[in-house]
């Protein structure tokens, strides 16, 4: 069961970026993803959750609104969209799932991270 994070990158503030967590191993619909993120000097923070099964999608109070977390269950991917990028979003951010038809927020498996660097 492995994860792959990527789509990071430096960018300015105010634009779109979205982000993809590439499944390998498992049948990622059948699980619930977790988006995490953890800036320089912080604790690691909950970003959004997609639901295994019924995939309903889960934010903590911030960033919602800006962020929106998707599948494509084709792919066997999933992604987070980061709308009305702010230099306070610059971390390493990371997808995890957990068990078949776990509950948010999944912390057992682990993709390696992708780089945001919000600047201008």
């Known amino acids: 069961l492995q994860l792959q994070a990527s789509g990071g990158g430096l960018v300015e503030p105010g634009v779109s970026l979205r982000l993809s967590c590439a499944a390998s191993g498992f049948d990622s619909e059948l699980y619930a993803i977790g988006w995490f993120r953890q800036a320089p000097g912080k604790e690691r923070e909950r970003v959004a959750c997609i639901s295994s099964s019924s995939s309903i999608p889960i934010y903590p109070d911030a960033p919602k609104g800006r962020f929106t977390i998707s599948r494509d269950n084709a792919k066997n991917t999933v992604y987070l969209q980061m709308d009305n990028i702010e230099p306070e979003d610059t971390a390493v951010y990371y997808c995890?799932?957990?068990?078949?038809?776990?509950?948010?927020?999944?912390?057992?498996?682990w993709g390696q991270g992708t780089l945001v660097t919000v600047s201008s």
């Open positions: 995890a799932t957990d068990r078949p038809m776990g509950s948010c927020w999944p912390s057992r498996y």
